[in-house]
């Protein structure tokens, strides 16, 4: 099972390498520096560590009881550099 679990983990972490050397996504969807390092999973775009802990802070202060995460992390998804 956890080898399982690795190889999928391998595959996606290798399809957002991929992904985050495409156009637009060399830069912060929100602010246009280079090398974003998260994915704001909310719209599906590549954000820098600023913009990342300002939606971060955003999304913490919205109610939960909307289906919104309260801490926003379950939101955020680091991006690892090789």
Not at 39 to 45: A, C, E, H, P, Q
Not at 60 to 75: T, V
């Amino acid at each position: 099972m956890a080898l399982v679990r690795k190889k999928l983990d391998d595959k996606i972490l290798k399809t957002l390498r991929e992904l985050v050397g495409v156009g637009g996504n060399k830069e912060c969807f929100d602010c246009g520096q280079k090398g974003p390092t998260y994915i704001n999973m909310t719209i599906g775009s590549f954000v820098c560590t600023s913009c990342s802990g300002i939606l971060n802070a955003m999304l913490a202060s919205l109610p939960s009881e909307h289906g919104i995460p309260a801490n926003g992390a379950e939101m955020m998804s680091e991006v690892v550099r090789p």
